[in-house]
């Protein structure tokens, strides 16, 4: 991932979304048309504007000391579920609660993360921007969480 992202949302839902599976058509599809239109990637809303995840990563918002991840339907990572567990040892709470297009100006930072990555700060949710969120304090909380043997 870049060091910063721009993001486009999409009204998508991805088919069974609690489960890894490899219907990924939809997916690029919308990642495609988000570069296609001068983004780096989709962000997934529903009808209601309710935010739930992006094409291949989870996001979370940056209020204060909180790290809120959206309450929807959506593919709990491995890193984000990494970077929750460390949040208290890095001085932040994280907390999970609907989020929604309309409330984006709640929020001062956002970030994605994946297995590619603990913490990619995102610049902009359409044309909304942000502030660069912690990303010192989210990459010290995935890595407080030790490693397990495979």
């Not at 979370?60 to 990572?77: D, K, Q, S, T, Y």
């Not at 359409?126 to 304090?137: G, K």
């Amino acid at each position: 991932l870049a060091g910063t992202v721009r993001l486009q949302t999409q009204v998508y839902a991805r088919e069974a979304a609690h489960l890894k599976h490899a219907a990924t058509f939809g997916l690029i599809r919308a990642r495609r048309e988000a570069l296609a239109a001068g983004f780096d990637d989709a962000l997934f809303v529903d009808g209601d504007g309710r935010v739930s995840e992006g094409s291949l990563w989870n996001i979370g918002f940056i209020r204060g000391g909180e790290v809120v991840w959206p309450r929807a339907p959506m593919l709990a990572g491995v890193a984000q579920a990494l970077v929750q567990r460390g949040l208290e040892a890095a001085g932040l709470k994280g907390v999970t609660e609907p989020v929604g297009v309309a409330d984006l100006a709640r929020f001062d930072a956002a970030f994605i993360c994946n297995s590619a990555t603990p913490a990619c700060a995102v610049a902009s949710i359409d044309a909304h921007a942000f502030q660069p969120p912690p990303l010192e304090a989210l990459k010290a909380a995935w890595a407080s969480q030790p490693r397990q043997p495979i």
